[in-house]
């Protein structure tokens, strides 16, 4: 049931009950976001005994990238969304 109706459910949980939605809703993101930093932040991090230079050869941006998705997929989506949303017009005072 849920799989089929859930964002309806929650849409009409938030309809009612706006506040209780969206206290529940920045809890549960911001658990989802802390795990997933925690995540991308050890996938991040070279080894101990790597040293500098063996690390800018082995760097890869396409292969973090590659990987970013996979890693934080909340935050992706998240960060996309922001990205890729238009952006109002800002009218220039005359």
Known sequence: ???????V???SI????????NQWA????????????RRLAKY?????????SELLV???LEWIMS???RIPPTLCQLLCGIATKPQP????KV
């Open 89 to 92: 017009e800002v009218k220039e």
């Open 26 to 37: 920045v809890a549960v993101s911001g658990e989802i976001l802390t795990e997933e930093g």
């Open 9 to 11: 459910i929650l849409n």
């Open 67 to 69: 990987e970013a998705d």
């Open 14 to 21: 938030r309809a009612r009950q706006p506040d209780l939605a």
């Open 58 to 60: 082995q760097f890869s």
């Open 1 to 7: 049931m849920l799989g089929q109706h859930g964002k």
């Open 44 to 52: 991040l991090q070279p080894d101990e005994n790597q040293t500098m």
